[in-house]
């Protein structure tokens, strides 16, 4: 039997949950605070939080000295365009996984998950000197291909349970009317799945915007996305931290708009299945 | 026209071979049902006419035509499935123009045909709600006028009341056996329950483990079971079976009686026994009575028999309709 909802139960949930809440969101609030500080307020001790000088001077100086348009667009190519490129991949293999199962289906879709449980820094080398020998290092071309591969198994996982959701009998009616396989893709799976589709796009759109092992380590000037352009703030000329705060809030406010506007159409996604 | 002949057809799953080798002739215009118990390979069979599953072997025609090889689409069939599967992001309307759409008809006959559906099946109000917001038997409809535009040459319906429940059941039962009326077209339709083959075929093909039991008609199936199987299957409740001194004299190993057909008495009779369960329907009762050195027996008798728990009764079955059974389980003519 569910307990009474009583109003100090309600008043220690809501407690609770910004608690919580604020603990998950603060790492980014102070980030973006600092940004505001100058250098010396930045690193005082004990710590300030609204009663210091407030500046923009850091976000001026970031934008003289790096060039911040071409990294975001960088980071919305790679983003975009591994991610459009995976689902032209993806669609058509979860598909045939879906509908058509083979003996080994399973197994495939195993393989590919295990790929992403061995550390990527274990293929650097290999990869980094294929890139090398075929001109690819530093190139958006590269990049989105890279990121297409990382992402292709989680894609292809995705939009398999999705595809799995759909049940065998609608398409199967489908044929029955009449439809051949592409009115049958048309009508009838593709409006279905579109949900499904949407949600694993904006997951993998934002999981490509924030990988920062491969950007950092295959991209130097010209295809740098802006992982690239806040890591340029940490190490080369010391930390910085007011500056490498303005930098990580400018990189990180347009996936953050975009994931706050897309909130129920990606929780949705992810829970797919698991509640009817 | 709606011929439907199967020869020799053949259907394994790996290794297992869930019909083998099985012939069949469906008329032009009949009612026929498939029945049988779970797993008895009904709905395999359906979905081989329909095309939806690959025959192993054997030839299937339609209308003539050896339609073996023909994809589902190009097979001029119509199916209702059990689940309805209905296109859950389209409207009634959508839904029931979906086939008439593939087959690239005018559009001016795809609205005249849907709205002459939806008119017979009183779906007119509902065409432009989806699918969630319909009850069970309104999605029923919907399948089936999916089903009727097309104006197929035969109808396959697989299970299609078993999600309904038992009021409407009876409800769509009695309309699609009017549909069947007035459409005349050939109707295959699969269900395990009998009292559903029993009242709406011309003709029942009984089913076991992929194997053609019996075909005829209702009555027939009834009066002249062909073997065991089928005596026990048809008919509601179950008919009775006797093994021993009372089979031995009438030269067959296995007898049976239709409860039906065994007289009550309080004070004489063939077998004595001891009531266990009376079921008072009002027109009926149905009595379960342990007789002695034998199975439990159902009888039915009148609905005003006052019989009870524990009460003495004496049974007798009507000579007449006494169906005997050889060891092989066939009937003894």
Redesign the interface.
């Known amino acids: 039997m569910a307990r009474a909802v009583t109003p100090a139960r309600k008043l220690g949930f809501t407690i609770a949950s910004w608690t919580v809440g604020l603990v998950i969101f603060f790492p980014i609030l102070w980030t973006f605070i600092t940004s505001f500080k100058s250098e010396g307020d930045a690193v005082a001790i004990p710590p300030l939080f609204v009663n210091f000088h407030w500046t923009l001077e850091n976000y001026v100086l970031v934008n003289q000295r790096s060039d911040y348009l071409l990294h975001f667009w960088n980071s919305v190519v790679i983003s975009v365009g591994s991610t459009f490129l995976a689902l032209v991949i993806a669609i058509p293999a979860a598909w045939a996984m879906a509908f058509v199962p083979g003996k080994r289906t399973k197994d495939v879709l195993m393989w590919m998950l295990s790929t992403k449980m061995m550390p990527a820094v274990g293929v650097l080398i290999p990869i980094y000197l294929m890139f090398k020998n075929t001109g690819l290092l530093d190139t958006l071309t590269g990049l989105v291909i890279i990121m297409t591969l990382i992402n292709l198994p989680i894609l292809i996982w995705m939009l398999y349970t999705y595809f799995k959701e759909i049940p065998g009998e609608i398409l199967e009616a489908a044929r029955m009317d009449g439809a051949d396989l592409k009115s049958e893709v048309l009508y009838i799976l593709t409006p279905m799945a579109i949900p499904g589709i949407a949600s694993t796009m904006l997951l993998n759109i934002i999981l490509a915007w924030n990988e920062a092992f491969w950007t950092l380590m295959l991209t130097s000037s010209q295809a740098a996305p802006l992982t690239q352009f806040i890591a340029s703030y940490s190490s080369p000329e010391g930390l910085f931290y007011a500056k490498l705060s303005a930098a990580s809030t400018m990189a990180i406010a347009p996936i953050l708009i975009l994931g706050w506007f897309s909130q129920k159409q990606l929780v949705r996604g992810l829970t797919f299945g698991a509640v009817k | 026209m709606g011929k439907i002949s199967l020869r020799k057809v053949t259907k394994k799953f790996g290794e297992v071979a869930v019909i083998p080798s099985l012939d069949l002739e469906i008329n032009d215009g009949e009612f026929v049902v498939f029945v049988g118990p779970s797993g008895c390979g009904k709905s395999t069979l359906l979905r081989l006419i329909?095309g939806?599953e690959d025959v192993t072997d054997g030839v299937i025609e339609i209308d003539g035509v050896n339609a073996t090889q023909t994809?589902?689409?190009?097979r001029g069939?119509?199916?209702v499935?059990?689940?309805y599967?209905?296109?859950?992001?389209m409207s009634v309307r959508k839904n029931i123009t979906?086939?008439l759409k593939?087959?690239g008809m005018d559009p001016a006959e795809q609205e005249r045909r849907v709205a002459n559906a939806a008119k017979v099946l009183n779906l007119t109000d509902y065409l432009e709600r989806k699918p969630g917001q319909l009850s069970g038997g309104q999605r029923q409809r919907v399948a089936i006028g999916?089903a009727i535009v097309?104006e197929p040459k035969a109808f396959l319906f697989d299970e299609p009341l078993s999600n309904l429940d038992a009021a409407l059941r009876v409800n769509m039962r009695l309309e699609i056996t009017e549909l069947h009326h007035t459409l005349k077209t050939t109707m295959i339709y699969v269900t395990h329950d009998q009292v559903e083959a029993m009242t709406m075929a011309d003709k029942i093909v009984v089913l076991q483990a992929g194997r053609v039991e019996q075909v005829g008609s209702p009555l027939e199936l009834y009066n002249a079971p062909a073997n065991i199987f089928v005596a026990g299957f048809i008919g509601s409740p179950r008919m009775n079976f006797v093994t021993g001194a009372d089979a031995d004299k009438l030269n067959a190993k296995t007898i049976g009686v239709r409860p039906e057909h065994i007289d009550l008495s309080k004070d004489a009779g063939h077998w004595k026994g001891t009531v266990t369960v009376s079921e008072h329907l009002g027109s009926d009762t149905f009595l379960h009575v342990a007789v002695e050195g034998q199975d439990t027996m159902t009888v039915r008798a009148d609905g005003d028999v006052a019989a009870r728990y524990g009460d003495t009764v004496y049974l007798t079955p009507q000579a007449d309709r006494i169906h005997r059974f050889g060891a092989d389980g066939k009937t003894l003519k």
């Open positions: 329909a939806l994809p589902p689409a190009k069939l119509a199916m499935f059990q689940s599967a209905l296109y859950p992001h979906f086939p593939m087959a999916r097309r």
